[in-house]
């Protein structure tokens, strides 16, 4: 059923795009200034050789992952690794002669592209519920982690990359995209109205825009031969889709390969200048890979406030045909009644009860994790249920020792009191704000270390 089901999506979804395909670069489409930058031509100011030492590519070629698929040349990471001593003088010798003219070969550039179904998704006959990866060549992989470090080594020690930039950095993660969020929202909330807005960029990768990039390198003053190895990386793209019977081959005019080494990075470069170039007044911009986080403050006034979350956002709608402004009259309202003060909180207990204080056992920690429900929405920390269910043992004994410590010390992580709150339709007319209960979505983590205790309180009583 799934097959089938799957085999019927991918070809009314081909058939539906195989005139006007929305993943072609149109020319004949651009507006004015994508025309500038499609005319724009590289100065190439800056002539630095590269050179890549054989321990780089000795150390890749140990790295690399035995389970991953090849691509066309159906050339393993294994036949890599056990043929290391025989191709490393050569493999040498072919990548530094490419990048010092500035050259991808061409046979690595067609990527054989696979679909695989997205986790959480229960519509088989949906086009969208399927994802797009694609397999390069091994041997290309390890040119593009070469040419992906010697980019990444020059734009840090450069200081070219905005320290808003949280995804795929050395040292940064969505923790800290997290941390710096609550932050600013925590300094600012005492005496201004805070709110945060998040973008997710649909179809990231599959809408990166060559002509931007490369222009962005060229102003950020990348050494020519890097430049001109990316431009050839781009040029001549192609991509081969096979279903049972079906063979689709593509030429690729834009968007980074899923599962590129190179891709992230490319992407990043992308938005980067985004980022360093942000100045909607009184707010601040993080990102974490295709994910932009907005947190607007010392807005001293609601007036303020709400002319500041305009000033990013367009008119649209959220559920049913509500008005993005409605929403904001409706939430308005709440942010205009008097603020909650902090309640009274009683010094701790000094009594110590044997049962409900006792360690927190891996037992106990595994035997919830067991009655964990499936499909559960997230809190901030995006940790689904299902990512918790085949955590590794030592990541079990890592979260029990977590969990003790909270226990000894009183003391939550941060991220656990705050919540997400969802919007879920009640009844009567779904156009008035008001018919919608608000749910509020906990880290999945928390909700586990409460379910122990609770299990703890039902035996106890």
């Known amino acids: 059923m799934i097959k089938k089901a799957k085999r019927n999506s991918l070809k009314i979804f081909i058939e539906e795009n195989e005139s006007n395909d929305p993943f072609d670069d149109r020319i004949d489409q651009d507006n004015q200034q994508q025309e500038l930058v499609r005319s724009y031509e590289p100065f190439l100011r800056n002539s630095s050789a590269i050179h890549i030492d054989t321990e780089e590519i000795e150390y890749l070629i140990d790295n690399t992952n035995v389970k991953k698929s090849p691509g066309q040349d159906y050339i393993s990471n294994n036949m890599i690794k056990y043929s290391k001593t025989l191709i490393l003088p050569v493999l040498h010798s072919l990548l530094n002669k490419c990048i010092q003219m500035g050259y991808f070969p061409r046979e690595w550039k067609t990527t054989v592209l696979k679909i695989l179904m997205k986790p959480n998704k229960s519509n088989v006959e949906s086009i969208k519920s399927y994802r797009p990866i694609s397999l390069t060549s091994n041997l290309s992989k390890i040119y593009e982690k070469v040419i992906k470090k010697k980019i990444y080594e020059y734009y840090m020690q450069n200081n070219l990359l905005s320290p808003k930039q949280h995804g795929f950095i050395k040292s940064k993660s969505t923790i800290t995209a997290l941390n710096n969020i609550i932050d600013i929202i925590m300094e600012h909330k005492t005496k201004e109205l805070t709110a945060l807005v998040t973008i997710d960029i649909a179809g990231a990768f599959d809408n990166a825009w060559w002509p931007a990039i490369l222009k962005i390198i060229d102003e950020d003053n990348l050494p020519e031969s890097l430049i001109r190895t990316i431009q050839s990386y781009f040029k001549s793209r192609k991509t081969k889709f096979t279903y049972e019977n079906l063979t689709i081959n593509k030429q690729i005019t834009k968007g980074c390969p899923q599962g590129g080494p190179l891709s992230p990075l490319l992407w990043i470069i992308l938005l980067n200048d985004l980022l360093i170039k942000y100045q909607v007044p009184n707010s601040e911009v993080n990102q974490y890979f295709d994910d932009i986080q907005n947190a607007p403050c010392n807005a001293r006034n609601a007036s303020q406030f709400w002319k500041i979350i305009k000033s990013f956002k367009q008119r649209t709608t959220i559920k049913g045909n509500i008005p993005m402004c409605d929403w904001e ?106 018919n919608y209960r608000g749910i509020s979505l906990f880290s999945n983590l928390s909700k586990l270390f409460t379910s122990i205790l609770k299990t703890r309180l039902n035996n106890w009583i």
């Not at 891996?362 to 429900?373: A, H, K, P, Q, Y």
């Not at 020792?401 to 941060?414: A, D, E, G, M, R």
């Open 329 to 434: 009259d409706f939430y308005r309202r709440l942010l205009s009644s008097p603020p909650i003060m902090d309640a009274y909180i009683s010094p701790a207990l000094t009594y110590m009860d044997p049962d409900l204080d006792a360690e927190i056992s891996l037992m106990e920690v595994t035997t919830e994790i067991s009655n964990l429900g499936k499909d559960k929405a997230t809190g901030l920390d995006n940790i689904p249920n299902e990512a918790i269910k085949v955590l590794p043992d030592e990541y079990l004994i890592l979260l029990t020792n977590i969990y003790n410590k909270i226990l000894t010390t009183s003391s939550v992580p941060s991220v656990w009191t705050r919540t997400i709150i969802h919007p879920n339709f009640k009844n009567s007319d779904p156009n008035i704000p008001s």
